[in-house]
T-cell receptor, first 119, second 114 residues
Framework: GAVVSQHPSRVICKSGTSVKIECRSL??????MFWYRQFPKQSLMLMATSNEGSKATYEQGVEKDKFLINHASLTLSTLTVTSAHPEDSSFYIC???????????????FGSGTQLSVL | AQSVAQPEDQVNVAEGNPLTVKCTYS??????LFWYVQYPNRGLQFLLK??????LVKGSYGFEAEFNKSQTSFHLKKPSALVSDSALYFCAVRGGQAGTALIFGKGTTLSVSS
């Protein structure tokens, strides 16, 4: 069945380095990918929406030069945290919808998340 | 603008007792409402959703939720709690067309004691 595969599940990096997080849609084509960020014991905050073949749409307050999103194919979207700092440490989750069926029915699939720790 | 409120940071219940996790929403137009559960350092697991139809929605693991339009609520319920139900629960909403992002509540930690 449809799955969103997210890697890595956990990454520890030094301050100033860049980290790439990948989300792949398995058995379906993800024209859209949502990227969320979650601080400990807090809600998921939508960071950006990526669409295959076009520029990502960032939510207010999210630095697009800091969080680079690429959605070059229908099965792969990547989030790169550039020049990471300790305050970027967080849990990042991707999500892709499958739209189809009657009316507004859809299914939404989440990756398993990436725990980023910046030292 | 769409928003979701989960008024309780934590809910404590004894195993075998009924549980309720509260959620209210604000959205223009018809709401599409969801409940997800998250275990520590894990992704989200889908529990149930309301799109249209019966106000009482049954989902995974014995959970159900009741959509109340007049109270703009979508409380999550389970008749008999299990210790294994202890986790972080998120209510989410989206309005508008299919394929738009979900807006999540802040989450409620459910603790079931044996």
């Amino acid at each position: 069945g449809a799955v969103v595969s997210q890697h890595p599940s956990r990454v520890i990096c030094k301050s100033g380095t860049s980290v790439k997080i990948e989300c792949r849609s398995l058995d379906f084509q993800a024209t859209t990918m949502f990227w969320y960020r979650q601080f400990p014991k807090q809600s998921l905050m939508l960071m950006a929406t990526s669409n295959e073949g076009s520029k990502a749409t960032y939510e207010q307050g999210v630095e697009k030069d800091k969080f680079l999103i690429n959605h070059a194919s229908l099965t792969l979207s990547t989030l790169t945290v550039t020049s990471a700092h300790p305050e970027d440490s967080s849990f990042y989750i991707c999500s892709a919808p499958i739209i189809g069926g009657k009316g507004p029915a859809e299914k939404l699939f989440f990756g398993s998340g990436t725990q980023l720790s910046v030292l | 603008a769409q928003s979701v409120a989960q008024p309780e940071d934590q809910v404590n219940v004894a195993e075998g007792n009924p549980l309720t996790v509260k959620c209210t929403y604000s959205v223009s137009g018809n709401p599409y409402l969801f409940w997800y559960v998250q275990y520590p350092n894990r992704g989200l697991q889908f529990l149930l959703k309301y799109i249209t139809g019966d106000n009482l929605v049954k989902g995974s693991y014995g959970f159900e939720a009741e959509f109340n339009k007049s109270q703009t609520s979508f409380h999550l319920k389970k008749p008999s709690a299990l210790v294994s139900d202890s986790a972080l629960y998120f209510c989410a909403v989206r309005g508008g067309q299919a394929g738009t992002a979900l807006i999540f509540g802040k989450g409620t930690t459910l603790s079931v004691s044996s």
